[in-house]
């Protein structure tokens, strides 16, 4: 069964990876996940979806703070497509910054679809 978002505007701040239509992934941040993607399908956000779209999400992390949000979107963006993937099948790795992301502040979704 899909999963749906609220469009709503959430208080968190979330760090998510996309997988495009050609299987690349694409990472980022917003504090109102249903809109963003919509946005992305749409094609009016991220020059790099816009021709890969549909998109779905694979994966996601809350935050409390923005700033915590686009630290971590900057870590990720830094690993390899490979590490990115063992991130989304629930394998820890180690981030560029030496720690290691898992535990209740993360919550894994396998996939949107609209």
Known sequence: MPIRF????????IMSILQC??????????????????????GRVAKYTRGRGPVHLVHL????SREEAMKREAAIKRLSAAKKRELIAGRRVKC????EKTGPDREKITEYKK
């Open 6 to 13: 609220s469009t709503k505007k959430t208080p968190a701040e």
């Open 61 to 64: 992390e809350v935050f409390s």
């Open 21 to 42: 239509r050609d299987n690349s992934l694409y990472t980022g941040w917003t504090n109102d996940i249903g809109k963003r993607l919509a946005a992305h399908n749409a």
């Open 96 to 99: 560029c910054t030496g720690t």
